[in-house]
Each structure stands twice: as C-alpha cells, then as structure tokens.
C-alpha cells in the first residue's frame, strides 16, 4: 500500500483538530490500534494523551488506509505503539512518511521476537501483555524521567487492580476447564487459548486463513465441519467481526448440534471499553459456554 504524500504533513502545516491536539504539557502518544491505546492511556493517566488510529469495530486493522489527519496526529506524537508482525503494514509506512528522530517507536512485533509469519494477536496472550506494559512504562520513563514514580504506580495500579477480574476469569476457566475441546474460528483465539489450558481442535491453517482472508483447504473445511457434527468440540469460539460463509456454516452446524457458541471480537467492543472490560466480558461469555458444554 502506497501511503498518500499528504499523510507526509508537518504539524504546523495544518490546522488542529480534535484528534490531534493536547493539553500542553501531555506526552502525545499514537497507538495504530485501540486495544494498545486503551492499555497505553492507562498507563499513562494524566501525564499523557494518547490517540488510537483504530477506533471503529467494523473497520479491518489489516487493510485500513490511513487518512491525512491519522498523518498530522502521528507528526505531533512523541510515541507510536504498532503492533507489527504484518498486522497493520500501514502504520510503519505513516511513520516513515512522518520521521522525527526524537520520537519512540514501539513495535510490539519486535518487542516480543516474533516472525513475519508467528501469530500477531498478542493482545490475546496474557503473557505478551504484560511484556507490552512493561515496555510501554520503560518508554514514558525515558521520555518523561522526572515522572517515573508515577508511572511505575500506574503500572501497579494497572496490573493489580485494573486486571483483577480479567485474571481471576482466566484462572477460574483454567482451573476448571483446563484439557476441555474447543473449536474457533480464527487465530485471534490461539493465545488466549492456550493460556486457558484448552484443548484447541482446530486446525491452525484453517484459524490462520480465516483471519488473513486466505482460501481455506477443502481438507481443513471438512476436519472443522466434521468437529462440530460429531459433538468433537464444546464450545465453538468465533469472532463475530468477521463472519465468513466458512465460518457462518460451521456457526449453524454447532446450533444444530447444540454446541454452545462464545463470541470474541478483534477490537475494542464497544469502542468506548477498557482493554480489561472488553477481554474480561468476553472470558466471562466464554465461560458461560463452557459450563454450558460440559454441565459443570
């Protein structure tokens, strides 16, 4: 994707708008998606502003085309949050098209060693998660020394209190459904998955395509088809953003054989939540279904 010479503005070259203006003295942050943002802000409470490029729930992180005011917002920033692994292409291309040598760029991708083709749904790994705010705080601390207390609180406050609920839902689930087989509709899932302590039955081509829009096999059609008609799985895990006719077939195979059905989404839903308030509502569905599948 060519980005537009326009996204190329200075910040003085335009006017200020809503999205790209601060209360002065507020480290200005840019995060390419809101589930960064949102974690990113509350990090940084009022010591800092932060601006996420994808807000809307039904617009695709993976093919989004960055406007002229995503360009203006991103020249005034002193940090940009990208989550890299070829998720959103776009974003380094803004940043290039935007340079300034003093700005911080955090690269999830990068951060956690990942490949070009390694899952880069991290934001569903708990473990990468923590890796995230750790990075995010050493980043405010570097650009913002004198309030490195405050941020080292945040951070406390953040994964003690904010995520409470999220991890006391994942240690429940783990501790009582840990080994249970589960079915899903895209790679999204994986890591939260596998922290769970799932049994995750289908194939990881079949998730991979589904999530990168790819052609699914005939075989890992059938394998997945074959899953929810013999009752293999207890609960199918879909991702309600993308209802693919592969997808929606395997949604009504499960109805008809009464598999419970749990619902994730690939971005802040509603927008207006929390990271934590959007993963735990969704734990909390998802273990719904789980006892639902299992009678326990």
């Not at 290039?96 to 070009?116: C, H, T």
């Not at 601390?141 to 994942?170: S, V």
Request: aromatic share 8%; with cysteine; proline share 6%.
């Amino acid at each position: 994707m060519a980005v537009p010479a326009a996204l190329a503005l200075s910040a003085s070259g335009c006017g200020s708008g809503a999205a790209s203006g601060g209360p002065a003295g507020k480290l200005q942050v840019v995060a390419a998606e809101n589930f960064w943002g949102s974690i990113a802000a509350q990090l940084g409470g009022d010591r800092v502003r932060v601006t996420s490029v994808i807000v809307n729930p039904k617009t695709d992180p993976h093919s989004y085309e960055p406007t002229a005011s995503d360009g203006i917002t991103l020249a005034r920033s002193k940090m940009a949050i990208v989550n890299g692994v070829g998720y959103d292409r776009w974003a380094p291309k803004l940043i290039s098209a935007n340079p300034d040598s003093a700005r911080v760029v955090l690269n999830v991708g990068d951060l956690l060693g990942l490949k070009a083709d390694d899952n880069p749904h991290q934001w569903y790994s708990p473990a990468s998660v923590r890796r995230v705010v750790a990075q995010i705080v050493s980043d405010y601390q570097r650009l913002d020394p004198g309030d490195a207390a405050y941020f080292d609180q945040q951070r406390q406050r953040f994964e003690n209190q904010a995520l409470a609920r999220y991890d006391a839902l994942r240690a429940h689930i783990k501790r009582r459904y840990a080994g249970t087989p589960v079915g899903y509709s895209e790679s999204i899932f994986e890591p939260l998955g596998r922290d769970l302590g799932l049994e995750l039955l289908t194939p990881y081509s079949f998730a991979k395509a589904i999530s990168e829009g790819t052609e699914v096999t005939a075989q890992d059609k059938q394998t997945v088809d074959n899953q929810a008609q013999g009752g293999q799985i207890k609960v199918w895990v879909y991702n309600s953003q993308n209802a693919t006719p592969d997808v929606q077939r395997v949604n009504q195979l499960a109805q008809a054989r009464h598999i419970p059905v749990a619902t994730i989404t690939e971005t802040l839903d509603p927008p207006s939540a929390t990271f934590e308030q959007w993963q735990a509502d969704q734990l909390a569905g998802l273990q719904r279904a789980l006892a639902q599948g299992t009678g326990r």
